[in-house]
């Protein structure tokens, strides 16, 4: 276990004067804060990681990378979900209809049919592409598109589904960036439908296997961590996990 720096809470502790802005973009940047967890990751020596943070807190932003050359697209997965969220909001999509699933050539065979609320939590808590693709299929790549659009994430594409051919459409992915801005947008209770965010929340609060990230809570007290099931082996036997705290 590597020696973590001093565990003292950084930036300040009194609420902000002002609320946080709808764009965290518009958060003041913060070196001091950048460089802080930049001594933090020096502490694992083989660690590959992009870490955003937006400080609802202290009004500030931060972002470094240590020369991270990739990451899986199954963080692109949140975009569904928020889609598929905004739709139980709406009224769109009932959380109890049942749909049949298809597994994709080498994937395991899965239940014959299973409700929608049970695929969405397969998709968020096992990183499942068999349900995630029956979501797709259920509220189609242009909802999807436009859940991208009106979070502004720039740097995001899903066009296709998982362990599916191509077929022209380029390859899943989302910046590290805009996977922030999702859960940005999720604290402030600020996600497209009703009940969106907090029903988010419920999805991603689980317990983490990555002692890595359990050093931010040390740094910014009452953060609650997040595990997201986007791990991946790549085929030079780098393993990539994907992990949130909110």
């Given at each position: 276990t590597p020696l973590l720096p001093k565990a003292e809470p950084v930036?300040?502790?009194?609420?902000?004067?002002?609320?946080?802005?709808?764009?965290?973009?518009?958060?003041?940047?913060?070196?001091?804060?950048?460089?802080?967890?930049?001594?933090?990751?020096?502490?694992?020596?083989?660690l590959d990681a992009h870490v955003v943070v937006f400080d609802l807190a202290g009004l500030r932003r931060a972002e470094f990378t240590?020369?991270?050359?990739?990451?899986?697209?199954?963080?692109?997965?949140?975009?569904?979900?928020?889609?598929?969220?905004?739709?139980?909001?709406n009224r769109e999509l009932q959380p109890n209809r049942v749909v049949q699933l298809q597994a994709a050539p080498g994937q395991r065979r899965g239940d014959a049919s299973v409700n929608v609320s049970e695929l969405l939590r397969r998709t968020a808590r096992e990183g499942d592409h068999m349900a995630t693709n029956a979501l797709l299929d259920l509220v189609?790549?242009?909802?999807?598109?436009?859940?991208?659009?009106t979070l502004e994430l720039s740097s995001t594409a899903f066009e296709?589904?998982?362990?599916?051919?191509?077929?022209?459409?380029?390859p899943n992915r989302?910046?590290?960036?805009?996977?922030?801005?999702?859960?940005?947008?999720?604290?402030?209770?600020?996600?497209?439908?009703?009940?969106?965010?907090?029903?988010?929340r419920a999805l991603l609060a689980r317990s983490l296997g990555d002692e890595r990230l359990r050093i931010i809570p040390r740094y910014f007290p009452g953060t609650e961590l997040m595990g997201w099931s986007a791990d991946a082996r790549m085929e030079d036997g780098l393993e990539v996990r994907n992990d949130v705290a909110y």
């Open positions: 930036g300040p502790t009194a609420p902000p004067a002002a609320p946080a802005p709808a764009n965290p973009a518009d958060l003041a940047p913060d070196f001091e804060l950048e460089s802080t967890f930049q001594k933090a990751a020096e502490g694992w020596p083989d240590t020369g991270a050359r990739i990451y899986p697209g199954s963080v692109v997965k949140l975009a569904l979900v928020a889609t598929v969220l905004e739709q139980f909001g189609g790549t242009d909802a999807v598109a436009s859940t991208i659009e296709r589904g998982f362990s599916r051919p191509a077929r022209g459409a380029p989302m910046a590290p960036a805009d996977a922030a801005r999702i859960l940005y947008r999720m604290a402030l209770d600020d996600l497209p439908g009703v009940g969106a965010a907090s029903a988010m």
